[in-house]
């Protein structure tokens, strides 16, 4: 109950393209879902979150979208950019039981120029 | 720069061997966490500190176990080491109630042989 399911492993997209990762989630506990951005030999950075209470979130070329009812969310990189390559988790978390974030698999993505 | 410092950056031990991980958080940060990357596992969240006290656990071996000083930096130590505890160690920190903005430091690989 507490797994964070994510596809694909790996995604290749053409400059310009748009890029998208789904996650599923099973605890409708979870009550905070950010996704982190990692570059090799990096730790994961935040990109960007969402509240289940909100449908979609948009911060420059990122969105999320959120389906309460489906329990899956998911991020869209539009205009994706060679420099978007990078490996993208999602996550997810119960706020009042502390900051023990529960990642997705992760998914490597490409943006061929 | 996330302003996360960990130390050292490489650790290459035998098995058997105790190694300590140290991290230093953002400046003001009084929560710190600690996480543990693996090809096979992914992401897994360990143990969260909050000004010196525990204040969330994950699946984190007997083996393991990390404090938090005064000072507010954090160390996590590992004995008995496996070959199967090689991987990448992330300590994050956040402001103290800020749970979903977690800033990632750039890890310690460990390589046990």
């Known amino acids: 109950q507490q797994q964070v399911k994510q596809s694909p492993q790996s995604l290749i997209v053409q400059k310009g393209g748009i890029s998208i990762i789904n996650c599923a989630y099973e605890?409708?506990?979870?009550?905070?879902f950010p996704w982190y951005q990692q570059f090799p030999g990096k730790g994961p950075a935040l990109l960007i979150a969402?509240?289940?209470?909100?449908s979609e979130k948009k911060e420059g070329r990122f969105t999320i979208s959120f389906n309460k009812s489906a329990k899956q969310f998911s991020l869209h990189i539009m205009d994706s950019q060679p420099g978007d390559s990078a490996t993208y988790f999602c996550?997810?978390?119960?706020?009042?039981?502390?900051?023990?974030?529960?990642f997705g698999q992760g998914t490597e993505l490409s943006v061929k120029p | 720069d996330s302003g996360v410092t960990q130390t050292p950056k490489h650790l290459i031990t035998a098995t058997g061997q105790r190694v300590t991980l140290r991290c230093s958080p953002r400046?003001?940060?009084?929560?710190v966490y600690w996480y543990q990357q693996s090809l096979d596992q992914g992401l897994q969240f360990l143990i969260q500190?909050?000004?010196?006290?525990?204040?969330a656990k994950g699946n984190i071996l007997e083996r393991f176990s990390a404090q938090q000083f005064p000072d507010l930096h954090s160390e996590l130590n590992l004995s008995s080491l496996e070959l199967g505890d090689s991987a990448l160690y992330f300590c994050?920190?956040?402001?103290?109630?800020?749970?979903?903005?977690?800033?990632f430091g750039p890890g310690t690989r460990l390589t046990v042989l």
């Open positions: 969402i509240r289940p209470d909100v």
């Open positions: 996550a997810a978390l119960i706020y009042n039981q502390g900051g023990k974030l529960i």
């Open positions: 400046s003001g940060d009084l929560s």
């Open positions: 605890n409708t506990a979870f009550d905070y």
């Open positions: 994050a920190s956040s402001l103290e109630d800020r749970y979903n903005e977690q800033f």
């Open positions: 500190y909050y000004n010196g006290e525990e204040r």
